[in-house]
């Protein structure tokens, strides 16, 4: 009978040198741990596309959500896009749904049993919601708790839940602003990114879950929407300085906002997710800015000035304006140890640089014929 230390080993004598015995041990050996499982909304905008980068540097699995249309919309993650058939580099999973729909919410929160559940997605262009205030609030409130109810009643327990907040719903308060300060929202999208945050609370509060509040203040960069006022100053720079374009139209030049990189602030959204206790945050530079500003600091980049290609357009004035957002992220800093890395002149020049290169490209399809150079005025 074989003894105890024996029944932990096999013999193999055909492998054995020279016909002495082999051992070779049966003992299991310690596993990998699974990786961690994270889902997002909102994957395909800017937010989205940064933190799925930095989480697959984490080694996590990302699942994101995105919603139906008959062009593809996921540009920012194309470089990160295996296809699913190739399950051992496969990392980063897209799926249907959408935050209208509580049903698809539920579905993938159920079936994916995430460790970390990100919601980036919003209609979340300030202006946009005085035009369409309805399903602003549908898709950012309502959304929001929609998803919240999918984690809640989720057969997994301990779900980790980040809901992107903005310094929008501070709105009319004077600067600076932090945790603490009172939110004053001017604007549909602002409201209800003050519902979505109180959701977010309440959940917390009522359920124990562990549920939390990323104030984030303004972040940009090259993956930036065209039609955000950054992007778009950068974007037809970019075209101005290539003979594409002569004349950009803003609206007011006054505003000023904190900005940062949107690649830092990533990575104090999964901080958040990492801590004993959930708590909201301010997330801010500190740094406050105006649209003018931005604009001597971008056109000045590249030697242009900027009076002699900007007009004012009446129409891009909001119904209520928000004149100065700069936030306090002294609890951020000192709880979770996070810092912008990118400050406010590297980021304008990092988004000039990337539409200088884009314009180029583009001017190549104008002067072959494949693209009209009228476009813009």
Known sequence: MATRSESNHSVDESAAPNGALATTSLIPQPLSPPRKVALITGITGQDGSYLTEFLLRKGYEV???????????????????????????????????????ATSL???????????????????????????????????????????????????????????????????TPPPQSETSPFHPRSPY?????????????????????????????????????NFV????TRALGRIKVGLQTKLFLGNLSAARD??????????MWMMLQQDEPEDY???????HSVEEFLEEAFGHVGLMWRDHVEIDKRYFRPTEVDSLRGDSSKVRKVLGWKPRVGFKELVRMMVDSDIELAKREKVLVDAGFMDAQQQP
């Open 106 to 172: 539920r579905l993938w929160v159920d079936s994916l049993l995430p460790d970390e559940v990100y919601n980036l997605a919003a209609q979340s262009h300030v202006a946009v919601s005085f035009e369409i205030p309805e399903y602003t609030a549908d898709v950012v409130a309502t959304g929001a708790l929609r998803l919240l109810e999918a984690v809640r009643s989720s057969p997994k327990k301990g779900i980790r839940y980040y809901q992107a907040g903005s310094s929008e719903m501070f709105g009319s």
């Open 190 to 226: 602002a409201a209800a990114k003050c519902a979505a945050h109180w959701y977010t609370v309440n959940y917390r509060e009522a359920y124990g879950l562990f549920a939390c509040n990323g104030i984030l203040f303004n972040h940009e960069s090259p993956r930036r929407g065209e």
């Open 63 to 101: 699942h994101g959500l995105i919603r139906r249309s008959s062009n593809f919309n996921t540009a920012r993650l194309d470089h990160l896009y295996v296809d699913p058939h190739n399950s051992q580099k496969a990392r980063m999973k897209l799926h249907y749904a959408d935050l209208s729909d």
């Open 230 to 233: 950054t992007r778009k100053i």
């Open 282 to 288: 301010v997330v801010a530079t500190e740094d406050s």
């Open 259 to 268: 900005w940062g990189f949107a690649g830092d602030y990533v990575e104090a």
